[in-house]
Nanobody
Framework: QPQLVESGGGLVQAGGSLTLSCTAT????????VTWFYQAPGQDHRDLVA?????????EYADNAKGRFTVSRDDAKNTITLQMNNLAPGDTGIYYC??????????????????WGQGTQVTVSS
C-alpha cells in the first residue's frame, strides 16, 4: 500500500525556520506534481501552501508563502521539501503533502487530490 509520509514539523519561535519533508513508499513521486497544504487549528479545510510540478519545472505558492517558503524536489531521494523561513504564529497548523495522480499541473483545490500523508504539526510561538 503506497504511503506518503511527512516529517520535520515541530515547535519553533517566531522568525525561525523549519524544513518539512515528504517522501513516499513504494510510490514514484517524480511522475507527479506534489503539493503542500495547510490546515489551520479548528478549521476543516486545507489550503495550498506550495506546489511543484514534475522535474521542478514550475512552482506555485500561496500569497502568504511567497518570499518565505521554498518548495523543492529531489527525485533521486523521492523526496519533496518545504523550507519555511521567517515563520509567524499564523503559520501554526498541520501541514500535509498530497499527490494529484490525474493532473500534470498544480491544482489549488484540495478535493482534486487523492493521495495524502498523515500531516505534520507546525507550532510557531510568539
Amino acid at each position: 500500500q503506497p504511503q506518503l509520509v511527512e516529517s520535520g514539523g515541530g515547535l519553533v519561535q517566531a522568525g525561525g525556520s523549519l524544513t518539512l519533508s515528504c517522501t513516499a513508499t513504494p510510490f514514484p513521486l517524480d511522475w507527479y506534481p506534489v503539493t503542500w497544504f495547510y490546515q489551520a487549528p479548528g478549521q476543516d479545510h486545507r489550503d495550498l501552501v506550495a506546489c511543484i510540478t514534475r522535474f521542478g519545472r514550475s512552482t506555485e505558492y500561496a500569497d502568504n508563502a511567497k518570499g518565505r517558503f521554498t518548495v523543492s524536489r529531489d527525485d533521486a531521494k523521492n523526496t519533496i521539501t518545504l523550507q519555511m523561513n521567517n515563520l509567524a504564529p499564523g503559520d501554526t497548523g498541520i501541514y500535509y503533502c498530497a499527490v494529484d495522480r490525474i493532473d500534470r499541473q498544480c491544482q489549488w483545490e484540495s478535493d482534486r487530490y487523492d493521495f495524502w500523508g498523515q500531516g505534520t504539526q507546525v507550532t510557531v510561538s510568539s
